[in-house]
């Protein structure tokens, strides 16, 4: 059984940083492509940036390149997202995501686990 927790969201102005971690519970970790899905009030699950297996590629959505990136540490079971210069549209509900198959670009069919959740508002 995997389980993906995630933490780090909150309330931030506009401008500002979060950081949010996912703690992913699973013999094989370094084995799953991760990646990060953030979803608005009445608006599609979206992907926002996803990492390979081994941490040596990594993808951000073009709506957050420059301002988020993805890491993560095979030792410690975690992947972050460190998102600077946060704008009130990327107030969303943030998910980790976890996918045996394909590489470091998650397609959402492809994502074998979430995380529950994290919400992150970006005020004005």
């Known amino acids: 059984q995997v389980k993906l927790v995630e933490s780090g969201g909150g309330l931030v102005q506009a401008g500002g940083s979060l950081r949010l971690s996912c703690a992913v519970s699973?013999?094989?970790?370094?084995?799953?492509?991760m990646g990060w899905f953030r979803q608005a009030p009445g608006k599609e699950r979206e992907f926002v940036a996803g990492?390979?297996?081994?941490?040596?590629?990594?993808y951000v959505a073009d709506s957050v390149k420059g301002r988020f990136t993805i890491s993560r540490d095979n030792a410690k079971n975690t992947v972050a997202l460190q998102m600077n210069s946060l704008k009130p549209e990327d107030t969303a509900v943030y998910y980790c995501?976890?996918?045996?198959?394909?590489?470091?670009?998650?397609?959402?069919?492809?994502?074998?686990?979430w995380g529950q959740g994290t919400q992150v508002t970006v005020s004005s």
């Open positions: 995501a976890a996918a045996s198959r394909g590489s470091y670009y998650l397609r959402l069919s492809l994502v074998d686990y």
């Open positions: 699973a013999r094989t970790f370094s084995s799953y492509a």
């Open positions: 990492i390979s297996w081994s941490g040596g590629s990594s």
